[in-house]
């Protein structure tokens, strides 16, 4: 059997390592990676981590480059590799414009897709953008459904698919997390950790999504600035690289006391920085399915989730954008240790560190 694995930014690749890597060792399997490259040095990170080296890297990240541009290139130069290989099966991981499109191109070729992580529902098609209607795309074209959990199944049977092609794994970020997190840590997290932290707790934060660029960025900034003059946190915030956050978050926390700006982290010592944060605040969807496995409460800075099993396990809650909301939701963790005990003790609902088995074995069977 030839399967394909597709994928281009650094969460796809978190999520599509462990099937990569179970893959190669398959017997029976014939296995190759392409790489679209949307996200070029992030991707390269978790690539070098878990030692993958494509066969096809298609290298289409541009500066600046809009959405339609993107898709374009990957349909001109991702067709010739279907032609070239003939997998019988095409596998690509979530919600990106290289899943989109990936999924479009194997119905064009009459090539088998599964889609990994399916099932995840705003059913709001601007929350996320344009991440909610690329996973639609991928929905409405797979051949096989790898669900990370029951509400993404029952999301999937409303739509019309059929239940006999929709598989419950759990999420393969927690199999890649478990691999991760038992790696030594890395001697800048400690460093980092001895020179800032001392008696101070350390609220990690990410945020770097479409829907936040503008006054929503600027507000969670604000809440930040006030956060920090607390005096009794240490905020450590690794800043995106597009422009759209990093202007506004330079402008408005660089110098601020209390607050540390980093360059974007590799996954290594992003989640070794994970494990020593008493709260964190992130819009990312990977985070939320990662902090859980440490017991970290989490508050997502945005207004909706299309994971809201964490949401109702408890261990994350939605905390908008808005300054006032942030700060609110943040300190109530920080001073009421019966209410961070709540989120911290709450299990995780994404999985056992499996899903890549299951997902496998339901290719081949």
Known sequence: ??????????????????????????????????????????????????????????????????????????????????????????????????????????????????????????????????????????????????????????????????????????????DAL?????????????QLVTAKLKNRKLILVTAHRRENFGKPMENICRALIELAARGDVEIVYPVHLNPNVQEPVNRLLNGVEHITLLPPLDYLPLVHLMKHATLILTDSGGIQEEAPAFGIPTLVLRDVTERPEGVSAGTVKLAGTETSQIVKEAKRLLDDESAYADMAKAGNPYGDGHATEKIIQALIL
């Open 178 to 190: 478990q691999f991760v997190s038992k790696q030594p840590e890395p001697q800048e997290i400690s």
């Open 1 to 174: 059997m030839k399967i394909l694995s597709v994928f281009g930014t650094r969460p796809e690749a978190v999520k599509m390592a462990p099937i990569v890597r179970m893959l190669a060792q398959t017997a029976g399997v014939e296995s190759r990676v392409c790489v679209t490259a949307q996200h070029r040095q992030m991707l390269d990170q978790v690539l070098n981590l878990f030692e993958i080296k494509p066969e096809y890297d298609l290298n289409l990240m541009r500066d600046n480059q809009s959405l339609a541009l993107l898709s374009a290139a990957i349909f001109t130069h991702l067709d010739p590799v279907l032609a070239d290989f003939k997998p019988d099966w095409v596998l690509a991981q979530g919600d990106t414009t290289t899943v989109a499109i990936t999924s479009l191109l194997t119905y064009f070729n009459r090539t088998r897709f599964g889609h990994v992580e399916a099932g995840l529902r705003t059913h709001d098609k601007w929350q996320p953008f344009p991440e909610e209607i690329n996973r639609r795309v991928a929905g409405v074209t797979a051949d096989l459904h790898f669900a990370p959990t029951e509400w993404s199944k029952q999301n999937l049977l409303r739509e019309g698919i059929d239940e006999s092609i929709i598989k419950v794994t759990g999420n393969t970020v927690i």
